[in-house]
């Protein structure tokens, strides 16, 4: 590992114990999320602190997969903290992808205002499953766009999408005849209304999760990024990354809620003992030392990957279902641990369990993720099977 990422992640770190920690019980998160107003005050220290966006240098360039690993665990050890940081999802994916795909003039009028924190966005893809729209399987969108002079004009219905409200920054996908498109928006637009906020068992994203209709949106040709028809593979260049960002982020919170668990079993006494001297309790925190190196190596695996310049398809979606039921294993151990008190609201475990929970479905299920595996094991059969021995 790198000296710079090894520093980076040391500042983060101390900025997180020290400044974001004692916001956690702060009123103004609410079920959709903590208020913009908090956000906004975070960044403000974490910009004075020297860790706003660290994972994006000042001269434009992006850290390594690898080095981005050790700044955003360290920005999960509180669920506040990617907030702080605008290392956040969907931001983080977003900045990744304008990066790669945008123009000059689309970085400076889009990615500009997300690497400074001063903006948020959303990425405008799932789609209600009673419309039979897109969800885990993005081909089945039903979204539409038309070209109308120099504007594309853009119609469906979207859900789950995550910080809608209060963004000022928007990718919109939708289908046109030669295939999945994306956009950029500004952000809010009449023709983008939001229906509801869904409540969901999780609560750390600012804006929650909205349903959004999007009736005769006009957007300038010049807004959409790349070509008409390749958005499903500037989605992959997208969803790989953002993947294994999530790994990083709830590997780091699982880290913390490890530590409260353990603190808490070193100073409970039951039957005679500490709880960490019970051997059904200290062997849950063993397994979860176990759990926590085996993530943290998949998820170097992983980012080494594509610090190659692959895609790493199969490798993002083996170290999310990995990292996210190693993680919602620790989660559950850890409330488990802690009895009563782990499923009250004095300490950020009982949220650690909740927003593990939802990430082993956000960003692709668990069983979706195998079933594109099981798909790769077929397809590299097929090709192998003149080599392999005979039985």
Not at 32 to 51: I, N, T
Not at 77 to 90: F, I, R, V, W, Y
Not at 123 to 129: G, H
Not at 162 to 189: N, R, W
Request: charged fraction near 25%.
């Amino acid at each position: 590992m790198t000296d710079r990422a090894d520093a980076i992640a040391a500042r983060i770190e101390t900025f997180i114990r020290a400044e974001v920690i004692p916001y956690e019980k702060d009123p103004r998160t609410g079920a959709h999320g903590p208020s913009d107003e908090l956000v906004q005050e975070l960044r403000d220290k974490a910009r004075k602190a020297g860790v706003l966006t660290p994972h994006i240098l000042a001269d434009g360039s992006h850290l390594t997969q690898r080095e981005t690993a050790k700044a955003l665990i360290k920005s999960g050890l509180s669920p506040l903290g990617p907030l702080a940081c605008n290392t956040m999802a969907p931001d983080e994916g977003n900045m990744y992808l304008l990066g790669k795909v945008g123009t000059a003039e689309q970085k400076t009028r889009f990615l500009e205002p997300l690497v400074s924190g001063k903006a948020r966005s959303a990425f405008f893809m799932t789609e209600p499953a009673d419309a039979g729209g897109a969800g885990s399987d993005p081909s089945m969108m039903q979204t539409t766009c038309r070209l109308d002079g120099n504007h594309w004009v853009i119609n469906g219905r979207k859900k789950f999408i995550t910080g809608a409200e209060g963004a000022k920054v928007g990718i919109v996908m939708a289908k046109s005849e030669d295939g999945a498109c994306m956009f950029l928006v500004d952000l809010p637009d009449p023709a983008i209304r939001t229906l509801r906020v869904l409540d969901t068992i999780d609560n750390s994203m600012p804006g929650g999760h909205a349903e959004i209709e999007i009736d005769n949106l006009r957007v300038p040709a010049d807004q959409m990024l790349g070509a008409s028809g390749d958005g499903f593979k500037y989605a992959q260049i997208r969803l790989s990354p953002a993947r294994l960002s999530h790994c990083m982020r709830w590997l780091g919170l699982a880290i913390r809620a490890n530590e409260i668990a353990t603190d808490y079993a070193c100073r409970r006494h039951a039957f005679g003992k500490a709880l960490i001297d019970h051997e059904g309790v200290g062997f849950m925190l063993a397994e979860n030392l176990i759990d926590l190196k085996q993530s943290e190596l998949m998820i170097d695996w992983c980012a080494d990957v594509l610090d190659t310049g692959s895609l790493g398809t199969a490798e993002s979606s083996m170290a999310k279902v990995a990292v996210s039921e190693a993680l919602m294993r620790i989660a559950d151990r850890c409330v488990q641990v802690m009895g009563g008190t782990g499923v009250s609201g004095e300490t950020i475990v009982e949220q650690a369990f909740r927003e593990i929970r939802a990430f082993r479905i956000y960003d692709g299920p668990t069983e979706v993720h195998k079933w594109s595996l099981a798909k790769k094991i077929k397809r590299d059969w097929k090709t192998d099977q003149p080599s392999i021995p005979a039985a």
